[in-house]
């Protein structure tokens, strides 16, 4: 696959990773790029100065050996604000700032930032100039990921995309949904390949890509440059690899070795306490380990059991466990299915 240039980067390939808060932290972005990834956007920082310091700030804003382009997302409602958390960031290693206006989450929206920003183009092009003109001089991109519109009757991605472009942007990521449908029904490829003819920087795709078949489609309907993809990566991080095959070959990869998933989901542990801590790091890391064997066999019990276990230490023992057992009856990942989430245990 192609490399993309954004700005003076330029990415490896067209498959990125979507910001996705309380997942695509440092440790997680990693293991993506390592399986196929090329390019990867923390999860969003706020702008607001009076939670920089706080924990969950500083993990987010941790860049420690991540390959670069470092990427970072930053959500506000107020243009000075954002200037200023652009220019923190940058200060802090950014090499990118993104600019969210697709979060639909309403912590987010009751102070009128994420795609609630959509709503009002005045003061979504203001923050964008605001945030052009700290970055720009200092040669950092600036990019915007934002939805179709707020809602099914104001679809306005592509007035926005081309203002936003007029303002410097460097690429456009579009979530084929409305701010209004969150994350329920099918995403809509249309309003991005009109966003894709409107403007002359990269357009992204994004939204419901879960398959090396799905990615060609999107790719196709779209016109896009790059596709950026979420949900599908949780405990699958590998389908960066197998999308990039496919689309290099026509060919299917095989699914991965079982021994090479157990190695890399005891290593993405290990990084994850690393940076959470051990007592933080064994419950945030429960999620990871619950989409790693969701619909495998015996998976949704195993899924259950980690919920009794405080200690790194025996979750990963637990975790290679699990995966030994199953690597010994399928030298490769079984299909998951969801039949085998009522399963009670690892049949023998
Ligand atoms: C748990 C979760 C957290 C997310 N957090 C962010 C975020 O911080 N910033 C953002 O721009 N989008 C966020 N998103 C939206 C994703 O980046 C992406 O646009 C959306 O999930 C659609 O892509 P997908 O169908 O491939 O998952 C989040 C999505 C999920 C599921």
New binding site residues.
């Given amino acids: 696959m192609s490399t993309l240039q954004l700005g003076p980067f330029q990415l490896p390939n067209r498959l990125f990773v979507?910001?996705?808060?309380?997942?695509?932290d440092r440790p997680f972005r990693q293991l993506c790029r390592q399986l196929g990834a090329g390019y990867a956007?923390s999860?969003?920082v706020t702008s607001r100065k009076d939670l920089w310091h706080s924990l969950k700030t500083s993990r987010r804003a941790d860049h420690v050996g991540e390959p670069g382009p470092i990427a970072v997302?930053i959500?506000g409602t107020d243009a000075a604000m954002m200037a200023e958390a652009a220019a923190y960031n940058i200060d802090r290693g950014a090499q990118i700032i993104?600019i969210?206006?697709?979060?639909?989450?309403k912590k987010v929206c009751t102070k009128w930032a994420?795609s609630a920003l959509m709503r009002d183009e005045p003061l979504a092009i203001a923050i964008v100039e605001a945030v052009v003109a700290v970055a720009a001089p200092r040669g950092v991109p600036v990019t915007l990921?934002m939805?179709t519109g707020w809602c099914a009757t104001e679809r306005n991605a592509v007035a926005l995309a081309r203002s936003a472009e007029r303002a410097g942007v460097a690429m456009l990521?579009v979530?084929?949904?409305t701010r209004e449908q969150g994350?329920t029904g099918c995403?809509e490829y249309d309003t991005i390949a009109a966003v894709k003819a409107a403007v002359r920087v990269p357009v992204v795709a994004?939204?419901?890509?879960?398959s090396p078949a799905k990615a060609r489609e999107v790719l196709a309907r779209t016109g896009a440059d790059a596709l950026?993809?979420?949900?599908?990566?949780?405990g699958r991080p590998w389908i960066f690899r197998e999308i990039a095959h496919f689309l290099a070959s026509g060919e299917t990869l095989a699914p991965p070795a079982t021994a090479d998933v157990r190695h890399w989901l005891v290593d993405h542990l290990q990084s994850h306490y690393g940076l959470y801590g051990e007592f933080t790091g064994v419950r945030s890391a429960r999620k990871h380990i619950g989409w790693a064997v969701r619909g495998l066999p015996g998976g949704e019990d195993f899924r259950r059991s980690m919920n009794t276990i405080d200690e790194a230490r025996l979750q990963v023992a637990a975790v290679a466990g699990y995966f030994d057992a199953l690597a010994d009856r399928h030298r490769l990942l079984p299909q998951a299915s969801a039949a085998n989430d009522g399963q009670i245990a690892l049949e023998a």
């Fill in positions: 979507a910001p996705m808060a309380g997942v695509t956007v999860e969003m997302q959500a993104d969210n206006m697709g979060c639909p989450a994420g990921k939805r990521t979530h084929g949904r994350y995403a994004n939204g419901d890509v879960d950026m993809i979420g949900r599908a990566a949780m």
